[in-house]
């Protein structure tokens, strides 16, 4: 960072540049309720965003986050008060906000203690998770808890000095109920399909294991889903040199986002919740039809530019879908094999594809088609896989899909179109590596294809765009697909 600003912290507020908004409220008077587990861009992009809107009325909703891997955040943050600045970025400019919500953040390697004794507290009402699809230590394809992870083996043997996210909610419970303490509610965050209930799922299945006592007092566990749509690239050193000059203090890890943001959550807090309704967030009884649409419409169209895109040379979201015939395709694949899927009205469903495609034409939202992505195995499944199935179910051809799929088969290989080596980042990235791009292996992956293991329709679906994107390379392909 420079040496000649000052750092952002509680006493350079005022030292802001003119234009940068900052918290409304008296942070002094703010007090925690929630703790939140994976304190990272994504979360501090809109939860601790949400949060923030809401504090000159309710400052009993302070945040605590926790960070389960790494102490990065943390070092970054801590000097800073807890404070960061969120960069709303379009093609007119960016706009800078400093977010105050947060109150602390816990290296859980350091201080274990500390964040479980917080969370077994009666101030603490709400715990929320942002871990990604892996963090769940679960078997994506049936969404149950993975008995043989690395992590849950040691919670298992260590319920009171857990590793994993899961373990840490449980030992939590189990302090809470030892003490006579409801439990809080568990607010999953995250990319799963029905987040809360596959949560649940992993959280009572853990407990219950440890003891049956536990598994009952986790029973009366409220787990409402969510489903959160907003954009949210890694932060670059080129990103803090910017908003350094626009706010005219260093940051040491801001958050650059888009302007559109959108929170859906099931209304079932039984100990009560911020009122967040008045700052956009939408309180349903039922969030699955929202959360498919961001699930195959959003999350499908990302994975699939982004497998296609990083081995046709396109390091950029923006830079795929600035392609015609990757716009094409994706356009397709939207409109023809996701929305007659989903639920929702076809009108509204084309018009939130219209928005996708110009979210992710953000010239100023530069996303890597190599962040997006890492962890395939944990994301194919409730990306593309389900939406495939119900294609499969219907009798309905699925070319685009599958080219998405075999793009990631691609991916996983290890090499580019120009057999540049890929850094795959997956928590089987070492058995890709063994594997070598036999697709034949892949698919007899279970534990990413589930019940379309060895399904004949998929598997020559598949392997016709494979040996395309082979033969041809990611480009040619693309356009001889858009053009179907």
Request: with cysteine.
């Amino acid at each position: 960072m420079s040496t000649n600003r000052p750092r952002l912290s509680t006493s350079t507020l005022n030292r802001l540049a003119t234009g940068t908004l900052r918290p409304d409220y008296d942070r002094s008077k703010v007090t925690p309720a929630i703790v939140h587990l994976g304190i990272g861009a994504f979360h501090r992009a809109h939860m601790a965003v949400s949060i923030d809107a809401i504090l000159a009325e309710e400052p009993g909703w302070g945040i605590v986050g926790a960070s389960l891997r790494r102490p990065d955040t943390a070092e970054a943050l801590l000097p800073q008060d807890g404070l960061y600045t969120l960069a709303v970025r379009d093609a007119e400019g960016t706009t800078a906000r400093v977010i105050g919500s947060i109150l602390d953040i816990i290296d859980v390697n350091a201080r274990r203690a500390d964040l479980l004794a917080l969370m077994a507290s009666p101030a603490i009402r709400i715990v929320s998770l942002t871990v990604t699809e892996k963090g769940y230590c679960h078997d994506p394809a049936s969404g149950e808890l993975d008995v043989n992870h690395p992590d849950i083996v040691h919670d298992l043997a260590h319920p009171e000095a857990p590793n994993s996210a899961p373990g840490l909610i449980v030992a939590a419970l189990e302090r809470r109920r030892r003490a006579g303490l409801p439990p809080f509610t568990v607010l999953s965050c995250d990319n799963l399909p029905a987040n809360g209930r596959t949560a649940g799922r992993i959280i009572r299945r853990l407990a219950a294991l440890i003891s049956a006592d536990l598994g009952r007092y986790a029973e009366t566990v409220a787990f409402p889903s969510s489903m959160v749509d907003r954009i949210v690239p890694a932060t670059t050193d080129t990103d803090r040199a910017e908003i350094a000059a626009l706010t005219g203090v260093d940051d040491a890890w801001p958050v650059v986002t888009e302007p559109f943001t959108q929170w859906v959550i099931e209304d079932n807090f039984p100990l009560g919740r911020p009122n967040l309704a008045r700052v956009g967030v939408e309180f349903v009884a039922d969030v699955e039809p929202a959360e498919h649409m961001k699930l195959r419409m959003l999350n499908g169209s990302h994975s699939t530019l982004a497998y296609l895109g990083y081995l046709a040379g396109h390091a950029y979201v923006a830079d795929a879908i600035a392609d015609p015939d990757f716009r094409r395709l994706i356009e397709g694949f939207m409109t023809e094999e996701v929305i007659p899927t989903l639920a929702m009205p076809p009108e509204a469903l084309r018009h939130y594809r219209d928005r996708l495609i110009a979210r992710f034409a953000n010239p100023a939202l530069r996303h890597r088609t190599w962040q997006i992505a890492m962890d395939g195995s944990q994301k194919l499944p409730q990306r593309l896989l389900g939406t495939i199935r119900d294609r499969l179910a219907a009798g309905l051809p699925f070319r685009r899909l599958a080219l998405g799929v075999a793009g990631w088969m691609r991916y996983v290989a290890g090499r580019d179109d120009a057999g540049t080596p890929i850094d795959v980042r997956d928590p089987l990235a070492p058995l890709f590596a063994d594997i070598g791009g036999d697709a034949g292996r892949l698919f007899a992956l279970t534990e990413i294809f589930g019940d379309l293991s060895g399904n004949p329709v998929l598997e020559a679906e598949v392997l016709s765009a494979l040996t395309a994107l082979r033969r041809d390379g990611a480009k040619a392909t693309v356009r001889a697909y858009s053009a179907a």
